[in-house]
């Protein structure tokens, strides 16, 4: 069984998304050097806060971005109006500085989760199934894949989340959350977010230089939605095309397209 012509551009256009994930190259284009300087002088505080910040974020865009959106598959996804929104948030942010972290992250946060469940369910996918709940999650855990060690590579980060993503999906099906269901739950939540703090340092280190402000805010809030909205579209393309092929047969031509690639 060999994939369509037009299937094998979409499955390289993924790979090259998915492999190749730069938000910290499109930052230090925004804002130049001074991104890296900011992180290295964020205040302890806040640095050893970003996981909590970043774990009730997940949490929250996971309660109410996606139960509110028509389960149905729609013509398009509305890319631009989350943008129009997620950059109205960074600009609160941008205008306010480190001290509006505790609430513009858990708004941008639940912006994107509703803007990757509108990217699912354009691709085929059915809000109502946990499954697909915890696909969108598992979003925010494949930025800069490339900075995690031997824990590198689209497939390599599916496979370390697919147990607790699993277990978190069988649970949300039960009738009611119970004490271990709830930690479950956290558990596949705590894995996401620990990969998700360090895009979210980059971006909270570059709306607090002082040049930027709100305008240049809401650029970096921008540019955070697109290059999350353009993982989604990557990883739900692989999703669909593994649903109308096989998934060996799909992660058999994605290693090829690696390969050809490096």
């Known amino acids: 069984m060999k994939l369509s012509a037009q299937d094998l551009i979409i499955l390289q256009q993924a790979a090259q998304t998915l492999e190749n994930p730069t938000f910290s190259s499109k930052m230090t284009q925004s804002v130049g050097g001074a991104i890296e300087k900011t ?81 699912a369910r354009f691709h085929g996918e059915n809000l109502s199934h946990a499954q697909t709940k915890m696909a969108c999650l598992e979003v925010f855990a494949l930025s800069d894949s490339a900075r995690h060690g031997s824990e590198t590579g689209y497939y390599a980060i599916r496979s370390i989340l697919a147990k607790a993503l699993a277990d978190a999906a069988t649970q949300l099906t039960a009738p009611a959350l119970n004490k271990e269901s709830s930690s479950l739950i956290s558990k596949a939540i705590n894995q996401i977010a620990a990969r998700f703090t360090l895009p979210v340092s980059e971006k909270l280190a570059a709306q607090t230089i002082p040049v930027i402000g709100a305008l240049g805010g809401a650029g970096i809030n921008l540019l955070f939605i697109r290059y999350f909205q353009d993982i989604a579209h990557a990883h739900f393309s692989m999703r669909r095309l593994e649903r109308d092929y096989t998934p060996e047969l799909i992660k058999l031509n994605y290693q090829k397209c690696i390969s050809k690639q490096n």
């Open 39 to 119: 992180i290295a002088i964020l205040p302890t505080q806040v640095s050893l806060s970003l996981n909590d910040l970043t774990r009730t974020a997940l949490e929250k865009s996971l309660e109410s971005a996606i139960f509110t959106l028509n389960a149905r598959k729609s013509s398009l996804p509305f890319n631009k109006t989350h943008q129009f929104f997620a950059g109205l948030s960074g600009a609160v942010g941008g205008a306010f500085g480190i001290s509006a972290i505790t609430i513009e992250l858990p708004i941008s946060t639940i912006i994107m989760m509703r803007s990757i469940a509108d990217i």
